[in-house]
């Protein structure tokens, strides 16, 4: 703990690590209002007047308590990113966005096959995003700000195309895909019934991450880590159904929880986002306050930051507010990020020594 609280611009500049955060779900409402007025796709009525009002209706439409009913708000992002251009385009801002929020190291992950109803191919639409980020890349380093980026490829748990989702992510592996996902409805689809596609990515050396935990509970968490092999749980807040704090203070952890602390597996923690779909009912009740104390593998993420009008800066700062966290917790979290990272070891570790360190001990720790 440290003894003043550090600012929103020292927050800012501090190098961040984001390992959980969707391409669809990070747009800015202005360059939905733009494509979806090119593309001659209908937003909900009322909230096109301009980028406020949009920002706010999807800010509004998402904090439902509900993940299905969060989920639907996919549709005018999923809607507007039917061609190469535009999904490059969004791409592109997404990483500018990232770096000017002071991201060092984002994994951006979307599902493929939802952008295929105009006539792309999947792998025209990897191309597309690969395109988006090196531009990303190239203006971001232009405008002063280094920053590394990488696709996951996510496959949409209720359908069934997860094994070409992750055979795509294993042919473009060295293409700029650090690794593969699933995502959508938890209840109802369990990550069993994507078993090949794991064991596939387990044969192939691949990395992959599971939603698992946010909306439904330890089942799910313990399928994704015991029959799926995960390295590391998308969410992942329901562990806390596995501790148990006594009246005295005294913790017990079940035995998955302490499979989950001893095997250091990361929980990819996105906060603003739980809130909104009822996984937490704010951020100082956050399990993430509970799991730090105890020295979880926990990672600070943003999920969506159209959907929650969210960002790294905004997520570490209310974590700030509400745990008395200190720049040294904040350094905390974006290392065990990076450690947990779908990069290889050398590179990760060149980002801690390079530019974490450094950039934290810039600002005093
Ligand atoms: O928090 C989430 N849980 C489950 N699925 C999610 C979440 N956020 C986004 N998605 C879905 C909606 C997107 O269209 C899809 C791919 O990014 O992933
Ligand atoms: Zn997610």
New binding site residues.
Partial sequence: MEPTAPTGDQVRQAPKVLLHD????GLRPATVLELAREVGHTLPEGSDTDAATLGRWFAEAADSGS?VR??ET?DH??GVMQTGPAITRVARECVEDLAADGVVYAEI???PE?HVSAGLTLDEVVAAVREGFEQGTAAAEAAGHRIVVRQLL?A??HQARSMEIAELAVAWRDRGVAGFDI????AGYPPTRHLDAFEYLQRENAHFTI?AG??FGLPSIWQALQWCGADRL??GVRIVDDITVHDDGSVELGRLAQYVRDKRIPLEM?PA?NIQ?GAAASIAEHPIGLLTKLRFRVTVNT??RL?SGTSMTAEMSSLVEAFDYGLADLRWFTINAMKSAFLPFDERLAIIDGVIKPGYAALGV
């Fill in positions: 969707h391409l669809d779900g993940l969060y989920l996919f992002t999923v992950r979307y599902a939802q996510t949409m748990r995502a959508g409805a938890e939603h946010e909306a998308g969410h996105c986002s779909t999920d969506n959907m």
